[in-house]
């Protein structure tokens, strides 16, 4: 598979990068930073811990916005999108999930493959990716699947199907007694675009051992990661911070998904998410405020320099912490959701019925321009939101 790594990025970026950030002046501790990014060297862990202690949020996100500006400019990506999600039937009981189900649970449902292509069918006419993610299902093996895939691409066959989280390739791995690659291998002939990217949590063994014990191991996330990349599916990886992981930990899990890039350059997004924490699970979770989220969405811009594109999932921060993200280093927003249950469930109060122009309006209001993407970011098409009235903010200094 052939990757540029670059996904809609300018290819002059980095000398663009290296004016912007010799042209004005940084304050001391962010000095050798800046001088780091301009020469294209990647951060240590040392420099996310020193972004994570400078004093000014501000500057660490003007740091990170002419990273992003030096990319893409102004542009900021949207897809239109569903998430479908085929069942909350799991054989795992992760601490922070609160989606799964027990098999025998009242509300456990799981979706057979004519209701999910029916359910699909409801949004093909106004989205063009399918995301699709669920529990472990106890009897669904890789070959359920592969007709789900098929049957999605045989009755809608101009979505893109973004589905399935490495722990779900190591299960049907498991139930079909085949290796992951070779699973990997087969849900892509059946019509797999991509991989959405959950479940890394903190590539920390010590952390997974208390907040998703019984799920991949570090290294088998990477791994599946890395053979998707090898039959040639693009993917996202993802950080779930603000359980019970150290910053030192964030920071190295930002260095392991980096390093792999290194080798297959497959990663197209990060996507990085706070726990939402309720009352009953994992009351031991710390506090993850606005400011830390923004500032780690800016750390990640920073530590990760061959990663393309940085997320702002307004699912789980909300619009308002979302609309700064994309000041703070993050380019993509989540798309189009018109369905969703796995965020919603864990608390979150993002409204669910964004359309596409709400969502273009949030990205102009926050100085964006926005650009509608494919799945695979080979195809970008600009678009103009309808404003009624056009808003404008008070001249102050942003
Ligand atoms: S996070 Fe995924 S694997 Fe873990 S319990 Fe929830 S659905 Fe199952």
């Known amino acids: 598979m052939h990757h540029d ?4 990025s300018n290819p002059k970026w980095q000398v663009i990068l290296k004016d912007g950030l010799e042209s004005q002046p940084w304050p001391g501790p ?45 542009r900021t990506f949207f897809n239109a999108n569903v998430h479908v999600n085929q069942t ?58 592969v007709s789900m895939f098929e049957g999605v691409r045989a009755n809608h066959p ?13 299960h049907l791995g498991q139930l079909s007694n085949i290796t992951t690659k070779a699973v990997l291998q087969r849900l892509k002939e059946a019509g797999l675009t991509s991989l959405p990217g959950g479940g890394a949590e903190i590539l920390d063994d010590d952390v997974r051992a208390n907040i998703c014990n019984g799920k991949e191991s570090s290294e088998e996330y990477l791994r599946i990661h890395k053979e998707a990349h090898e039959v040639g599916l693009p993917s996202n990886c993802t950080m779930l911070f603000g359980t019970v992981e150290t910053l030192k930990q964030r920071l190295e899990h ?52 061959n990663i393309p594109h940085i997320k702002a999932y307004r699912m789980n921060i909300g619009d ?57 970011y080979t195809h970008f098409t600009p678009y103009t939101p309808v404003q009624v009235p056009k808003r404008t903010s008070l001249p102050m200094a942003s």
């Open 254 to 305: 930002m260095v392991s998904l980096r390093t792999l890039q290194a080798s297959t350059l497959g990663f197209q997004c990060f996507v990085p998410y706070p726990y939402l924490p309720d009352a009953s699970r994992l009351p031991e979770a710390q506090l993850a405020t606005a400011a830390e989220v923004v500032r780690t969405i800016a750390v990640s811009r920073l530590m990760l320099n």
């Open 88 to 145: 909350n039937v799991c054989v795992l009981a992760c601490k922070f999930c609160a989606f799964r189900r027990g098999p025998k649970s009242k509300d456990a449902y799981a979706m057979s493959i004519e209701a999910y292509i029916e359910d699909v069918g409801k949004y093909a006419a106004h989205v063009d990716e399918v995301h699709s993610v669920g529990g472990l299902h106890p009897d669904w093996d890789v070959e359920h699947y």
């Open 30 to 74: 962010l000095k050798s930073i800046a001088s780091k990014l301009a020469d294209g060297t990647p951060l240590s862990v040392e420099d996310g811990l020193a972004l994570y202690q400078h004093p000014s949020l501000h500057d660490v996100g003007r740091l990170a916005n002419e990273v992003r500006l030096a990319r893409f400019g102004r």
């Open 158 to 170: 101009s979505l893109s199907i973004k589905a399935l989280t490495a722990v779900e390739i190591k």
């Open 5 to 8: 790594g670059l996904a809609g």
């Open 320 to 376: 308002h912490v979302a609309e700064l993200a994309l000041q703070y280093g993050a380019d993509d927003i989540d798309g189009t959701v018109q369905k969703e249950s796995i965020m919603h469930l864990a608390g979150s109060t993002a409204p669910l019925d964004h359309d596409r122009n709400k969502l273009a309006r949030l990205i102009e209001d926050a100085g964006g321009e926005p650009v509608q993407r494919n799945t695979t």
